[in-house]
């Protein structure tokens, strides 16, 4: 059947695709900078390795992939993560007379990546984004804060999960926290503050001559941190003008592999506006696997240039759950968590839902969730990472 590596174990997205590889008889390497992770105790892990820091030492970890590659015969390469996934990308020549993959020209990675590049694409492509704001440098910071219309958003242009982002209500607030974001996040971005609405997420799999092959859509329900984090709770729905509209917008933006597009309801005039594009796999990968859109296979077969039977439709009304931290975590910091629904346990009415870590079939990964936990807790730097925002 062929053997898979995949990155970042650490994270549900990449727990979800060594399920769905492994119960396919796909022989499964995991890889993480450490090897308490969930993926690593999954049944469905032949071997867990414990690699170098991607983004610390990326050199020594393509020395290692090379080595990991070369001695395990990986057929296809799987990067979960974004600093994977950047490495990935930038070494595609070497990479490809070692193993099978599917990764986007570095150029349309770029624009992806930099979440300015990104809206400056989404206008050109005629897609609705927030108004976006670039200060000249820090040291205009004042003057252009006092030019802007308020509340405003502050956006690191390279991050993930909410980090870094910043609501600020006048002038005094823009000066103070753009000066905090700048030094941990690198000249960040300026938007216009969207009333919240509902946030739709647009999952796509291209083939390697850029030929979309799945697609899925999500609605998030829930979120940690409560208002502005990532989805704790999905569910999946349809949506295909969305679709169409995206796949005219990538036309002018090549693409190979994974790439979700998130959107936000604009509260004052109802119209869907585009908040980021990640280039990579997303976090709630269980939802799409479970409702009939599984991406990891699809991609484990795309990369081998395999032909797949593509669905046109999927299961609407499945939900999925991260229950380890996200979902406790919104329970604990909402006011109304009594109101909750779907509640925290239990259920209230009835829900097709399902946990994205806790399973009977295969319970090892909670255990491994929590090992991680307490290893990284104890570790400063990895501790700012995992809660810090």
């Not at 999960?161 to 600020?168: H, Q």
């Not at 704790?232 to 597009?261: C, D, N, Y």
């Not at 604990?332 to 806790?358: A, V």
Request: glycine letters at 6%; proline letters at 8%.
């Amino acid at each position: 059947m062929g053997s898979v590596l995949i990155t970042d174990s650490l994270l549900r997205k990449s727990l979800a695709s060594v399920r769905s590889l492994g119960r396919r008889g796909v022989k499964v390497y995991c890889s993480d900078i450490s090897r308490l992770t969930p993926s690593s105790f999954s049944r469905y892990c032949t071997k867990a390795m414990k690699s170098p820091d991607p983004v610390e030492e990326p050199d020594s970890y393509m020395d290692w992939l090379f080595d990991v590659l070369r001695k395990f015969h990986i057929t296809v390469y799987m990067p979960m993560d974004d600093a994977t996934m950047k490495l990935a990308v930038m070494h595609q020549k070497e990479l490809l007379s070692h193993t099978a993959f599917l990764l986007p020209p570095l150029q349309s990675f770029a624009i992806a990546m930099d979440k300015h590049k990104a809206v400056g694409f989404a206008q050109s492509a005629g897609l609705d984004v927030p108004r976006t704001y670039m200060p000249d440098s820090p040291d205009t910071i004042e003057s252009f804060a006092h030019a802007l219309p308020y509340p405003a958003v502050i956006k690191p242009r390279l991050s993930s999960g909410s980090r870094g982002i910043r609501i600020v209500h006048n002038p005094k607030e823009m000066v103070a926290q753009y000066g905090q974001i700048h030094a941990r996040y690198p000249f960040p971005m300026v938007q216009e503050y969207i009333l919240p609405g509902e946030r739709i997420d647009v999952c796509f799999l291209f083939n390697a001559v850029g030929e979309p092959k799945l697609h899925f859509v999500q609605r998030e329900i829930r979120h940690f941190p409560v208002d502005i984090g990532p989805s704790t709770v999905q569910e999946s729905v349809w949506m295909p003008e969305l679709v169409e509209r995206i796949l005219q917008a990538v036309k002018h933006l090549p693409w190979s592999g994974v790439i979700e597009f998130e959107w936000m309801r604009d509260g004052r005039d109802g119209k869907l506006k585009l908040m980021e594009i990640n280039p990579r796999f997303w976090n709630s990968l269980h939802l799409a696997i479970r409702s009939g859109v599984d991406f990891p296979w699809a991609y484990y077969l795309l990369a081998q240039g395999k032909e797949m039977k593509q669905g046109e439709t999927y299961s609407i009304g499945k939900m999925a759950k991260n229950m380890l931290p996200g979902d406790l975590l919104h329970f604990i910091t909402n006011p109304k968590r009594f109101q909750m629904d779907p509640p925290l346990f239990g259920r209230k009415g009835f829900y097709d839902i399902e946990d994205d870590i806790l399973s009977w079939h295969d319970p090892l990964p909670a255990f491994g969730f929590f090992a991680a936990s307490f290893a990284y807790l104890l570790k400063k730097k990895k501790r700012e990472m995992l809660l810090k925002r």
